[in-house]
């Protein structure tokens, strides 16, 4: 059963008409330089109004319920790559939550405005060499100096981090203890001190730029700090389940249109006198997929439907993290082996897939978080352990 509406049908068709004219045309160029133009791309979708479909009318947004932005986090994944559609979950999902919901209005202004547009473009600086899901042990410093923030650190496999323009940073500013030391900050990456280090080369997901960033001495004004200070690192929990909604939902149409795909091209090729469809194995095997993947929409739906109500969906945003990430694995392992030799070749769209979907388990909290979190909450473990986190992309 569908949660969409025509309205949300109306605004899938809308995006849909941007990602075949503007977006799909240049993927593989784009995959080839291993970067794609964001300002310019988010700057369409900002025209249109999808990158704040569920952030304040105030601000620019469409001021619509969470079902509409899961609408169009599903459809990027028609996009023919990973890379881009990361890139703008990361504007919409993962850079602003936490801005929109507990930052003051004129740092709304500032940064949420430009962002919703689509005129600057965000990153989220949780992740650091030290601390990728153990969110508790970043190190990165924010300390206190009159009315400024001066931050020592740096931050690790950051999307959108060569060409954003400012980032959704989490720093401790006291020495409390772990979960209440911490602080959300809005931070323009043109400020004194910020250091670019390099764009990391990646297996998959080329096109989606992700930095090594480095802060030495950068100056910020403490009104450029989302909410309350030290209620960074629970702001931050607050918004991966929206990253981790977002992740499993524009996995849906990929995971699709590969077993659609596989059925075509095992239907047509032939070995040893019958087509390859033709072997149970194979049949039932993508039928088994496709049956998984109509399993994950039911979870994301329901979760995204208790999102409307207004219920707690971390367990469920968590195993629907969990489910995606793997299944992803399982359906772009099994289509590329039906695939056979032309499943290795860069030619056939599988293989990126098959590249691409590999960090759906690592980033916004790895496989192993998703089952700590789920486990604590169903009573299995020692509720005064420490909240488990998860990495950021």
Known sequence: MSIYTEQ?????????????TEINPH???WEAAGIYPAHEVMAKFGAGGFLGINKPERYGGLGLDYTFALAFAETLGEIACCGVPLSIGVQTDMATPALARHGSDEL???FLRPAIAGERVGCIGVSEPSAGSDVGRIKTVARSDGGDYVINGGKLWITNGV??????MLANTSDGPLHRSKSIICVPLKSAGVTIARKLDKLGLRSSDTAQIFFDDVRVPKRNRVGEEGRGFVYQMEQFQE???????SMMRPLEKAVADTIAYTGARKAFGRRILDNQVVRFRLAELQTEIELLRSL????????VEGADVTTLASMAKLTSGRLARQVSDACLQFYGGMGFMNETPISRLYRDIRATSIGGGADEIMLEIITKRMGMTDESRRPAAGASQ
Request: charged share 40%; aromatic share 8%.
């Open 8 to 20: 949300h049908l109306e605004l899938q068709r809308s995006a849909r008409k941007i990602i075949e």
């Open 27 to 29: 993927v593989d160029e």
């Open 108 to 110: 709304r202004e500032e």
């Open 163 to 168: 060409q954003a323009d400012w980032m959704c």
């Open 243 to 249: 990253e981790r909604l977002w992740a499993a939902a």
């Open 300 to 307: 994301i739906y329901r979760a995204a439907s208790e999102i």
